[in-house]
């Protein structure tokens, strides 16, 4: 008989990991609210909508630490600790990269982003979006089947994973489109640059959110 995971913990893991995954998702709220801010250019919140990201990037490191100082040492677990980690880690990544989108905007002084990308990145920041906010169900969910071991419930974790993958494949779309839009702008050479990382920086946020469903997925397989 396998022992329920969350019984083995007199403050469970997955508490912590809801808590950092809704940190996350106030995050992606504030980073949706600073690209729009820049898009558009009519904006003058910008930089307090950056410092917010940082504020909450620097709570969830927080709950980061708190996570991996609480697992007793010795403690028997159906699950690797570094599994645990891992996602935690790729969790984490999220907030990194919605960071480093957004210092990477501050860098130039000219705000703003070429009328005929607007649309686009409304867009590609939409789907982005879309997965940072699965994590905090996968996890909810995730929580719900390590006290039961149901199928069922398994089941439905497996099922927003593979959301997460499709959501992921839909903003890789998008980052590609607009890539190519891009270098056929015939726009200067520092927008281009600054467009395509800018475009590469946003699709890594999906990317790490594509990878904790991943880390999920081995978390909970038999």
Known sequence: MRIPFLSLFIVSPFDGLQEHAEKVKECAWAFQQAIECH???????????????????????VIKRRIRGHIPKGTLMPVDKFQLFMYLREQDSVLDAVEDCLDWISYRTEPGIPPELEKDFFLFVDAVVDPIEELSLMVSEARKYFKTYSDKQRKVVKDIIRTLRKQEHDADKLEDAIKRKVFNLGTDPITVFQMVRLAENIGSVADHAENAGDMMRAMIAK
């Open 39 to 61: 898009v558009t250019d009519k904006c003058q919140t910008f930089e307090e909508l950056r410092q917010e990201v940082i504020r909450l990037e620097e709570e969830a490191d």
